[in-house]
């Protein structure tokens, strides 16, 4: 789970987030698989030699053929984003939060941070537990981060496609575009809101309650 963001079908925001995991690794993935419509075309490796390049590394496919992710996301709403879904709304309920610009950017600001600290957390939980032998099943088992970074252990291969620095440096102009974003996409209104939490004196929200506080209270005090 990578850091949030405001992607926003952003092909340089998703490349962004795709390339971080390799940026000290050295690494790259040789095929990438993705729905009909994903903008993604820029994430294509720039290796010309090996037997997935160029338009051959991303293949088109629909998410329901990957059962076993969606079977994933299913349990991780059931397990974490149902919370959050249940708090916005009541937010909107409770005449709170109407889906306007102002409303939107508020929100970002007060609870992107408590929102990775929660994926954060659930990363960790989900890459340590065990994953259990299934009887007749090809799947590996034991816990997904051994199984990652020691796959031989597991009756696996190391699938990582090594590929040099300066083939990874062509992402850098992609990179720095995208890393110059605005904490909730307005960099007025986020100023404003830093000012305004400033002069306040509120801390930053520790947790879900806290972030609900803060809300109600910049929103009340910014007047939006």
């Given at each position: 789970?990578?850091?949030?963001?405001?992607?926003?079908?952003?092909?340089?925001?998703?490349s962004?987030?795709?390339?971080?995991?390799?940026c000290?690794?050295?690494?790259?993935?040789?095929?990438?698989?993705?729905?009909?419509?994903?903008?993604?075309?820029?994430?294509?490796?720039?290796?010309?030699?090996?037997d997935?390049?160029?338009?051959?590394?991303?293949?088109?496919?629909?998410?329901?053929a990957?059962?076993?992710?969606?079977?994933?996301?299913?349990?991780?709403?059931?397990?974490?984003?149902?919370?959050?879904?249940?708090?916005?709304?009541?937010?909107?309920?409770?005449?709170?939060f109407?889906?306007?610009?102002?409303?939107?950017?508020?929100?970002?600001?007060?609870?992107?941070?408590?929102?990775?600290?929660?994926?954060?957390?659930?990363?960790?939980?989900?890459?340590?537990?065990?994953?259990?032998?299934?009887?007749?099943s090809q799947?590996?088992?034991?816990?997904?981060?051994?199984?990652y970074?020691?796959?031989?252990?597991?009756?696996?291969?190391e699938?990582?496609?090594?590929?040099?620095?300066?083939?990874?440096?062509?992402?850098?102009?992609?990179?720095?575009?995208?890393?110059?974003?605005?904490?909730?996409?307005?960099e007025?209104?986020?100023?404003?809101?830093?000012d305004?939490?400033?002069?306040?004196g509120?801390?930053p929200?520790?947790?879900?309650?806290?972030?609900?506080?803060?809300?109600?209270?910049?929103?009340?005090?910014?007047?939006v």
């Open positions: 789970m990578q850091e949030k963001k405001k992607a926003g079908g952003s092909p340089g925001n998703i962004w987030a795709m390339y971080c995991p390799y000290g690794t050295g690494g790259c993935f040789v095929r990438f698989c993705g729905s009909c419509g994903s903008n993604i075309e820029c994430l294509a490796p720039f290796l010309e030699d090996d997935f390049a160029g338009a051959l590394s991303h293949m088109y496919g629909t998410s329901t990957n059962q076993r992710i969606e079977s994933w996301w299913s349990f991780f709403r059931k397990q974490r984003t149902q919370f959050w879904i249940e708090l916005f709304s009541d937010l909107r309920e409770r005449h709170l109407n889906g306007s610009h102002e409303h939107k950017c508020l929100l970002r600001y007060v609870f992107l941070g408590i929102l990775q600290k929660d994926l954060d957390e659930y990363r960790q939980l989900w890459n340590n537990h065990t994953i259990r032998p299934v009887r007749l799947c590996p088992s034991g816990k997904p981060d051994a199984m970074h020691l796959p031989h252990r597991f009756g696996g291969r699938c990582g496609f090594p590929v040099s620095w300066e083939a990874l440096h062509h992402f850098d102009g992609i990179m720095q575009a995208s890393s110059q974003y605005n904490l909730c996409g307005d007025n209104l986020e100023m404003h809101f830093v305004l939490q400033r002069r306040s509120l801390a929200p520790v947790n879900w309650t806290a972030a609900v506080q803060n809300y109600i209270s910049m929103k009340n005090m910014s007047g």
